[in-house]
């Protein structure tokens, strides 16, 4: 009854060979042909049924002809299992100028991460997997001077604990030649670094703060690694009576931080008087000192008439501005300067903005030294140690640059010198200075209830004793 010939008979015979053929799926590359080849084995009294499965069993020969490759096995390389069991792990010694590498997990000893000198575990994922991509030249090395204590990569069986332990020294020592020539691969390795317990009712500290380190951490690792021993160790009451002291010496410093602001080291709450960073900012705080009218600039004449071809210098009223600075640095800018330059310029990082301004000649540079940072684009000017050091002799005044967010032996600094004048007393003003890594840096004008440029009778006390070891007041 189901050779009929009605149309949908062609149905019927494909919905039933599609069920004989599910357990054949996985190795025949095609389908469509094999249920069409026995829909017309169960309809053979229907002609058009047996020309249709002809006609796509043709087609499927073509399509197979077209495409040879299809369904054949390509060779495939060593599993990574099979890598990670062949390696051999090893690391290399923490004491410092020997090269040697050590092959089995020593006792009391801890494998550390090279990069984090977090503890790894010796011979797991992570440390194959250290050496088959940072060290693969010393990789082989070490397997071709243990051939037993590893398998093959293509067979990838693995070897007994016992007998890998048995199949290779302890350690061995590298030629120096041999380090240098694989250096990079030398310095992926990871440590074995040697587990020190502290003396009794002792701990280890951080020598600058006497900050406690634990054994086994990562500071611990990384100081051993950079000293070659142990951090320093001391009593521990000593420690916790440096604990308290440093609590509340802390508690005091949060107060006065509260009451003074960033300038609490300096014991007096001073106002920042902000600049725009376009490249003038150190410029334009200096011109803001002399703009309150209560002091006026006193110019060097020399300089100024050097500066500007011989033309008459200004009134003392007269204000500063940021071209006329800019003009005295430029004539300031010799040519050992400029070959400095030139030479920091060639060696500079990618991407580094400071020395951009030094051009290949030394008039140019004046030039772009002249020309203010808001018109000189990527290759603005911006104040250095050259400019700080004009401007002071200049107007014969002395710079105190505070940075607020520095260490604190770095947070008061003084560059320069200048001669003394009998008849010019000297005055100062303090600046404030922030940077980051690259030339990004900023100079804005600290001032004292309206008060922007002191007589050393007029400096806070707390801002002498702050500078003191800087300049000679």
């Given at each position: 009854a189901e050779q009929a010939t009605e149309p949908r008979q062609l149905g019927s015979h494909l919905k039933r060979a599609n069920r004989a053929d599910e357990a054949e799926q996985a190795t025949e590359p095609c389908q469509l042909g094999r249920r069409l080849k026995r829909a017309a084995a169960a309809g053979e009294g229907s002609a058009s049924t047996a020309g249709e499965a002809a006609a796509a069993e043709a087609d499927e020969k073509e399509e197979e002809a077209k495409r040879p490759a299809m369904g054949k096995t390509r060779p495939k390389g060593p599993s990574l299992a099979a890598q990670r069991a062949a390696v051999v792990p090893f690391a290399r010694a923490a004491a410092r100028g020997v090269t040697k590498l050590v092959l089995r997990?020593?006792?009391?000893h801890a494998l550390v991460s090279c990069s984090s000198f977090r503890t790894l575990q010796w011979g797991a994922s992570s440390h194959r997997d250290a050496l088959l991509v940072g060290a693969p030249t010393l990789l082989a090395h070490v397997r071709s001077?243990?051939?037993?204590?590893?398998?093959?990569?293509?067979?990838?069986?693995?070897?007994?604990?016992?007998?890998?332990?048995?199949?290779?020294p302890p350690s061995f020592a590298l030629s120096n030649e041999l380090v240098a020539e694989h250096i990079d691969e030398w310095l992926a390795l990871p440590f074995s670094i040697e587990r020190v317990e502290p003396r009794a009712d002792h701990?280890?500290?951080?020598?600058?703060?006497?900050?406690?380190?634990l054994p086994g951490s990562e500071m611990f690792h990384r100081i051993y690694v950079d000293e070659g021993v142990a951090p320093k160790q001391i009593p521990r009451a000593l420690y916790e009576r440096d604990c308290g002291a440093r609590k509340e010496r802390e508690r005091r410093e949060h107060e006065q931080i509260k009451a003074l602001g960033e300038c609490a080291p300096l014991g007096v709450r001073l106002r920042v008087n902000r600049t725009k960073s376009d490249g003038d900012c150190f410029f334009n705080s200096v011109c803001k000192a002399f703009g309150g009218g209560e002091h006026f600039p006193t110019r060097d004449e020399k300089m100024w008439h050097a500066a500007n071809l011989g033309a008459p210098v200004p009134h003392p009223q007269e204000p500063l501005t940021v071209v006329e600075l800019r003009r005295v640095c430029a004539e300031s800018y010799t040519e050992g300067m400029w070959e400095i330059g030139q030479a920091m310029r060639a060696a500079s990082v990618s991407g580094s903005a400071q020395w951009t301004f030094v051009a290949d000649t030394l008039a140019e540079t004046r030039e772009r030294i002249r020309t203010p940072g808001s018109d000189a684009g990527d290759v603005a000017y911006w104040a250095d140690e050259s400019a700080v050091a004009a401007v002071q002799r200049y107007l014969h005044v002395r710079l105190l640059i505070y940075n607020p967010h520095a260490a604190d032996a770095h947070r008061a600094q003084c560059l320069g010198d200048l001669k003394a004048c009998a008849d010019m007393p000297l005055r100062y003003i303090l600046l404030r200075y922030t940077h980051n890594s690259t030339k990004l840096q900023h100079y804005e004008l600290y001032s004292?209830?309206?008060?922007?440029?002191?007589?050393?009778?007029?400096?806070?006390?707390g801002v002498v004793s702050a500078f003191a070891s800087r300049v000679s007041f």
């Open positions: 997990a020593e006792p009391n001077l243990c051939p037993e204590a590893a398998p093959s990569e293509a067979n990838g069986q693995a070897v007994a604990a016992e007998a890998q332990t048995a199949a290779v701990v280890f500290v951080c020598a600058e703060r006497n900050a406690q380190i004292l209830g309206g008060t922007t440029v002191f007589e050393r009778a007029s400096l806070p006390d």
